[in-house]
């Protein structure tokens, strides 16, 4: 309509809270991924382990199979057992995360598109906390939330006297959980913002955890000390792990050293990210 003609008006339906306007973002994120049939076969094979250790939690309590095989002493369901399950289905989550973490923030860069995010009442950080729900979301789908239930279905066989005396263990798997997806989104996100192309983002992404593994393993050897695990956030994550679950220390960096570690990382990866994601970017010639 023709400005002169003075027949416009301004907006005055209801509005989206402030503290829900990052989910706008998410939302795009998640149909972006399941539209793609290759991410959404993946999510759902990602819910074959969970089902194997459902079989594995129930078979000790069914008479039949008791008849057949002593499952009672085979199986345990402890904090080890658990640590089992984070550490595979955290490597599913990784895998999802390469796949896609590099291109959340990259091609809004590439097409400068982040000026038309950032004009609207979207500050970086909802920004950020959109793309970062979009991760999270996905990697707690498939991380934490079975995790819980195989918890809640082993205490639902055991009785209540399982469940007061091992209720720390559920409280493992969700921080456990969380500490590992915040680490990778935190990784993916500072990748995408920093390289523009997806491919290379990805690659940058396995660079962090193989190369630095590497070279951290180097450092180890050389020197002989295991100063090099600070930079090998799977050793890192695995520390936590340990302490979280109330593993044996396998000879590495301590818990409380990792925890160090691990949010010095994170400081680093949000540093990065301030400095990338911003409405303009001036070039000085």
């Known amino acids: ?22 989910l706008v973002i998410a939302r795009r994120g998640y149909r972006k991924v399941f539209d793609s049939t290759l991410l959404l076969t993946f999510f759902r094979l990602c819910f074959i382990w969970p089902v194997i250790c459902a079989l594995m939690i129930y078979l000790p309590h069914n008479a039949g199979a008791l008849q057949l095989f002593n499952f009672q002493n085979l199986i345990r369901v402890d904090g080890g057992f658990f640590m089992r399950y984070i550490g595979f289905q955290g490597s599913l989550a990784f895998l999802f995360t390469v796949f896609i973490g590099p291109g959340l923030i990259s091609s809004d860069l590439a097409n400068n598109a982040l000026p038309l995010y950032l004009c609207r009442p979207f500050s970086r950080a909802e920004y950020l906390l ?23 279905f082993e205490a639902y066989l055991e009785g209540g006297a399982w469940f007061a005396s091992n209720y720390w263990i559920a409280v493992a798997v969700f921080l456990g959980s969380w500490v590992w997806i915040i680490a990778i989104a935190l990784i993916a996100m500072a990748a995408s913002a920093w390289l523009k192309w997806k491919f290379v983002a990805g690659g940058a992404m396995l660079a962090v955890f193989f190369l630095a593994a590497a070279f951290g393993e180097a450092v180890n050897h050389t020197l002989g000390t295991n100063i090099g695990d600070f930079v090998n956030i799977g050793q890192v994550i695995n520390q936590i792990w ?26 680093v990866c949000v540093y990065l990210l301030s400095r990338k994601v911003r409405a303009c970017e001036v070039e000085l010639s």
């Open 242 to 267: 340990r302490g979280l679950f109330r593993l044996p220390d396998n000879g590495g960096i301590s818990a409380a050293a990792a925890w160090d570690a691990l949010l010095v990382f994170c400081a």
């Open 130 to 152: 959109g793309k970062f729900t979009v991760i999270a979301g996905v990697l707690s789908a498939i991380t934490w939330a079975p995790g819980l239930l195989l918890f809640g």
């Open 1 to 22: 309509m023709a400005v002169y003609k003075r027949g416009y008006q301004g907006y005055d339906g209801p509005l989206t809270p402030e503290w829900s306007r990052f």
